[in-house]
């Protein structure tokens, strides 16, 4: 991993306490605990990475992938995957292995490393 960003998180999703067959769950404030702490340990968000690198793989095009994390469980799901529809396609994406710190990071997008 070589960078990460601590989102907003304003608001999320939970279920509904009431039993509605229409609406099973709500979206609510999130409290300031929540909204300072990481959603994803480093290990979630590596299975995360690595799915979409599987996933980007077999369909061989940038993929816009969306994942949920069960909030009962907290098992990982990729819950939709299209391809990305933002950038121009005449952009080829450009993939190349770099090693950071003696560990092998394959696949690292140049567009990601520009900022950093």
Aim: glycine share 2%; aromatic share 8%; with cysteine.
């Amino acid at each position: 991993m070589i960078y990460r960003k601590l989102g907003a998180k304003e608001n999320r999703m939970i279920y509904a306490k009431e039993q509605n067959p229409l609406r099973t769950t709500i979206n609510i404030e999130t409290p300031t605990a929540l909204r300072d702490a990481w959603t994803l340990s480093d290990k979630d968000a590596m299975t995360l990475a690595n799915w979409c690198l599987q996933i980007e793989d077999h369909y061989q095009v940038a993929m816009d992938i969306e994942w949920a994390i069960d909030g009962e469980t907290q098992e990982l799901f990729i819950v939709q995957a299209r391809p990305e529809t933002v950038h121009p396609k005449s952009k080829k994406k450009r993939l190349r292995n770099i090693t950071c710190w003696k560990v092998p990071i394959q696949f690292v997008r140049e567009k990601q490393l520009a900022g950093l």
